[in-house]
């Protein structure tokens, strides 16, 4: 069928204003209307009574692996797990092997994510050649070439060199692109395993204070007041950082800001077993940075919900504490651990909830199809059943990983159908991993 008619569910739209009961009728890969008395017996009906129908959703931050650790994750088993998860867009990570800093590897990730064809698939690439934090990357290529880059990170690595961090931020300047950042000043974080605090001490690990993050946003919003440059900062976890990003806001500084759903639903209480799977960078975070993140999500410090999705293989993170890696799985839990963590508890409703995950983080890359059940846009829509009960079971998860630290936790919020581009990517809860662009 070319033609669905999702009838009966509750449109969230907040890039319309759009909350309402309503029917989507979804035709020739486009949106053809939202209302009532849609039907013409041509379309395929899809009983949405109850459930949620809102924008694709997207995300900022995806760690794919491909090209170089195709055993952790590959880009087509990571765009079946985001559109598992609801997502018609993510953005890829440029820390891979080789790394996205030239032109060629970032037409390569594009093309792969075209070829694949189950969410449109971004591409971030790397501030610096190799991410030494030393020698400019490509950046006027990669913004030039098909995939069209307009967010520069050197994720998984602070940029330490401040005047390196002033001139890459002049330089974006001239393509109105984002300087996105690691907040994370080396020397202070200092090769520590977990956030310092008196659980760290007691522990007997390495910790990494709040401050190697503080201090590395407060000189970035600083530069971005000087320079004019579009500052992201990604995966925000400490208290300090989103009060330092609440007041740049207020004083009118371009900076946007991510949030990670671990970041606000577990602390470093969950490394009291020193399970490697609860390693991530930068750290679990004590309960009052768990709440200041919260209330940034709620109150528009913070922009955008990012999975921060980092696959890794068994036996990387089936070793000791110490030497495991960081990072954790997200694109499939990353909506029912919102819903379950913010919106069933109060913090947040559920247009806000969207806003975060679909039309922000589209606003932020300047996705023009993405983030909007406009009639007429291109049908990247979701279909949500707010009121499904399951368990995260990691055996059953799309990415080739397993690294998920919620294996076992009940979660309510389900993703039922996702559609890009008019096309079903998910249908009744089960990712088609054949579609095509």
């Known amino acids: 069928m070319s033609a669905w008619l999702i009838k009966g569910a509750r449109v969230v739209d907040p890039a319309s204003g759009r909350d309402e009961t309503a029917d989507v009728r979804i035709a020739d890969g486009s949106i053809t209307g939202i209302g009532s008395d849609l039907g013409d017996g041509k379309a395929e009906v899809i009983d949405a009574d109850g459930a949620i129908v809102a924008p694709g959703f997207v995300d900022l931050h995806t760690h794919l692996r491909e090209p170089g650790r195709e055993d952790e994750e590959t880009i087509a088993t990571a765009s079946a797990g985001a559109a598992a998860g609801g997502y018609t867009a993510i953005c890829a990570m440029p820390n891979t092997d080789p790394v996205c800093d030239t032109s060629s590897v970032a037409e390569k990730v594009w093309a792969l ?6 969410v449109d698939v971004r591409v ?9 934090g030393a020698v400019m990357a490509d950046i006027g290529e990669m913004v030039r070439s098909a995939a069209r880059v307009t967010m ?5 690595h602070g940029v330490q060199d401040s005047l390196f961090a002033r001139r890459t931020m002049e330089y974006l300047v001239a ?12 020397a202070l974080a200092a090769d520590g395993q977990m956030h310092e605090g008196d659980r760290s001490a007691a522990l007997g690990l390495r910790g990494i204070p709040a401050e190697a993050e503080e201090l590395m946003a407060a000189r970035d919003i600083a530069l ?7 500052l992201h900062l990604l995966h925000v976890s400490c208290a300090r950082t989103v009060e330092l990003v609440r007041r740049a806001k207020a004083e009118g500084a371009r900076i946007t800001t991510e949030a990670a759903p671990h970041h606000f639903t577990l602390t470093d209480a969950a490394l009291e077993t020193y399970d490697p799977l609860m390693k991530v960078n930068p750290p679990l975070r004590a309960s009052e940075d768990v709440d200041a993140v919260t209330r940034g999500l709620a109150d528009g410090t913070i922009d955008a919900i990012a999975t921060d999705h980092a696959p890794h293989a068994v036996e990387e993170k089936d070793q000791e504490f110490s030497y495991a890696p960081p990072g954790m799985l997200g694109l499939e839990t990353a909506l029912a651990l919102s819903f379950t963590q913010l919106v069933e508890p109060g913090h947040l409703d559920l247009s806000r909830l969207v806003e ?15 983030g909007s059940l406009e009639i007429g846009s291109a049908a990247n829509v979701v279909v949500i059943d707010p009121s ?50």
């Open 388 to 437: 499904a009960r399951w368990t995260v079971d990691a055996s059953s998860l799309q990415s080739k990983s397993r690294n998920t630290p919620f294996n076992g936790r009940e979660l309510t919020g389900r993703v039922v159908h996702t559609f890009f581009r008019g096309r079903p990517t998910v249908q009744d809860g089960k990712a088609l991993n054949e579609a095509t662009v």
């Open 152 to 156: 520069f990170t050197d994720d998984g």
């Open 113 to 118: 994510g075209r070829e694949t064809g189950l």
């Open 224 to 230: 971005a007041r000087l320079t004019g440059c579009r």
């Open 124 to 132: 971030a690439g790397a501030l610096s050649r190799g991410l030494d």
């Open 356 to 370: 975060l995950l679909s039309t922000n983080p589209a606003r932020i890359l300047g996705l023009d199809e993405q």
């Open 175 to 186: 393509f109105d692109a984002i300087y996105a950042e690691h907040c994370e000043d080396a």
